[in-house]
């Protein structure tokens, strides 16, 4: 058999099967030694094919993908640096458990190491970020290597997918030349691996476990159940039904999609501006965490955790110890909804002032950060889009202060938003392609970002010239890296902090709007703000929201709100002095 039929019919065979696997997303980077796999998605004809020229961009499009759509996307690039170019959001889709897989075409065995262009090491190039790695034979079309061909491609979408959801890598070596004949017969093949594949999907946990978490609550008064960023469907509903169950406030981070549930009293959304401040955290005695999902956006929990010994129940989906407090755990590993559930089966009793003392704190709260302010700051913003944005869509939040504001100002609604972030590695990389790939599900998508953050990242907007994409940009443009202004750093009045922290720039934002074809607002008043936005949410395609604030101002005013918080805390801690 020719070279040509080899080629043709192995990667035909290869690309059948992710679709009989149940893949639907394929985002392709252009170029030469990726031909064989590029043009075979394309003549398939059955896939979503997505193209963007520049990898980093297409990483996290893929990621934006599959957060929304919760399956396997490909990502298909030639050789050499354009893999690497993968890597963030590899990582992020390592640490977010994020189903991607990565195919990088590269040169075949007798081109590497010999100063071949576009030649580098592709083995194992993504360390031990992705699940699984396999370099794929040369193409054969013998029975037994398309067989091994399907294998792969089945073996690349489950594992992808379960236990924990996770990137895959697999590098395909070509020989030229490089172009499939479509016109062969059978390319396609018809003898797709049908698998069952069967991970557990309900928890039970042994009457002995349960019985000894049950003992090591009891005689226990005061718990904290939290529930962090997480991706499973019914975990929230059935946490809210533990925390009614045992009447504990459930701390509900605002990507545990807790914030638009009814409550029953039971959810505290501000609890980060509660613990902000040390001696608050000093004061109050937790007895015992229960957490779900990954470690919320706030830093005060951590604090808290760290500063404390404080018994800790963590359940988690499998063996991966999500404990940065550093601090002994109790791990129950499983479906963490069944794992909910079945807690609520246990005989506990707990403190039921300690709940009320919570719900008291959280209004008290509340009250602080919903006050009315005459000038638009960032934390307001966020207040506006959960005022205006459309039931039912999504609000993507970029990393350093949009997501800390989010997490403040974002109060309980009864609005189904879908709150999403880049969580896993913290990143300011590839939050515009991240949100422009949740938009390809065909709601809309809000996506609130920091002037550093869309600039480190505005390739992404290369997409918007292809594609029809709905989404609202509210960019915070304070002229520089605002979440610095918080930190020590700040504080120390080095003459280099500007330089080094700081990063102010002077980009004329309209300007990059008319790069891209894009409608663009600025505003700096709240009823601009707020007609800006309703705007943005009757017009399709892709708009921008420029907000203009001053990062000196926002710190004092931020620093004012908490100090309004921590004294009205310690006062009604105070009157409860007894129940500690």
């Known amino acids: ?90 990582i992020e889709a390592a640490y977010s458990r994020i189903p991607l897989i990565v195919l ?80 062969l017969d059978n390319v396609w093949g018809d003898g797709a691996v049908i698998t069952q594949h069967f991970p557990f999907e309900e928890t039970q946990m ?54 638009h549930l009814d409550g029953g009293n039971v959810v505290v959304e501000s609890y980060d501006s509660i613990l902000k401040s040390k001696k608050i955290r000093e004061f109050i005695h937790v007895d015992f965490i229960v957490r779900f999902g990954a470690m919320p956006v706030s830093k005060p929990v951590l604090q808290l955790l760290q500063e404390n010994d404080i018994e800790q129940f963590i359940i988690d989906e499998d063996v991966t110890f999500r404990n940065p407090s550093i601090k002994s755990a109790h791990y129950i590993y499983g479906q963490p909804a069944d794992i909910a559930k079945q807690l609520t089966s246990l005989s506990l009793s707990f403190d039921r002032e300690w709940l009320l003392i919570w719900q008291q704190l959280n209004e008290s709260a509340k ?11 960032e934390g307001l913003a966020v207040r506006g889009i959960q ?74 907007l290369l997409l918007t010239k292809h594609y029809s994409l709905d989404l609202t940009i509210v960019l915070i443009n304070n002229q520089g890296g605002g979440i610095f202004s918080f930190l020590p750093q700040a504080k120390e009045g080095s003459p280099h902090y500007e330089m080094l922290f700081g990063t102010p720039q002077t980009v004329e934002f309209e300007k990059i709007a008319a790069l891209y074809n894009l409608n663009i607002t600025a505003v700096d008043e709240w009823p601009a703000y707020l007609h800006a936005l309703e705007a943005s949410y009757k017009q399709k395609g892709v708009s921008l929201i420029e907000v203009k604030t001053d990062r000196n101002e926002n710190v004092i005013w931020h620093q004012r709100k908490w100090q309004e918080i921590e004294k009205l805390t310690i006062a009604i801690l105070e009157e409860h002095r007894d129940v500690y």
């Open 1 to 90: 058999m020719s070279h040509m039929e080899s080629l043709t019919t192995y990667v035909g065979h290869f690309v059948d099967q992710l679709y009989q696997s149940g893949v639907r997303n394929i985002v392709i980077s252009p170029g030469s030694r990726s031909t064989p796999l590029s043009l075979t998605f394309a003549e398939y004809n059955l896939f979503n094919i997505w193209v963007d020229i520049d990898e980093r961009s297409a990483g996290f499009f893929a990621t934006g993908i599959a957060k929304q759509t919760k399956k396997a996307v490909v990502l298909v690039c030639s050789s050499g640096t354009a893999a690497a170019n993968y890597y963030p959001a590899i």
């Open 206 to 259: 042994s009457v002995s476990v349960l019985k000894d978490i049950e003992r090591q609550l009891q005689g226990r008064k005061r718990g904290i159940i939290i529930c962090g960023p997480h991706d499973y469907p019914d975990l929230a509903d059935k946490v809210l039904d533990l925390a009614k169950k045992w009447q504990l406030p459930v701390f509900a981070d605002p990507l545990s999609s807790l914030r």
């Open 367 to 377: 009250k602080v950060l919903i006050q009315e302010q005459q000038t638009l700051t």
């Open 387 to 460: 005022t205006v944005i459309p039931d039912e869509s999504i609000l993507f939040v970029g990393n350093s202060m949009p997501i800390r504001d989010v997490d403040t100002f974002w109060l309980a609604t009864d609005k189904m938003i879908n709150i999403q972030a880049n969580r896993g590695a913290n990143g300011i990389d590839g939050i515009l392609s991240t949100a422009l790939g949740m938009a390809t599900s065909g709601k809309r998508v809000t996506l609130l970002i920091g002037d550093i953050s869309f600039l480190h990242s505005m390739n992404g």
């Open 104 to 183: 990088t075409a590269d040169r075949p065995h007798e081109l590497r190491d010999v100063g071949a262009p576009q030649a580098i090491d592709q083995i194992k190039l993504y360390g031990d970020y992705v699940k699984w790695f396999h370099e794929m034979a040369l193409p054969e079309a013998t029975a037994n290597m398309l067989q091994y061909a399907r294998n792969h491609a089945d073996r690349a979408v489950h594992t992808s997918q379960y236990q924990v959801k996770g990137p895959v890598h697999l590098n395909f070596p070509f020989r030229e030349p490089l172009i499939p004949d479509f016109s």
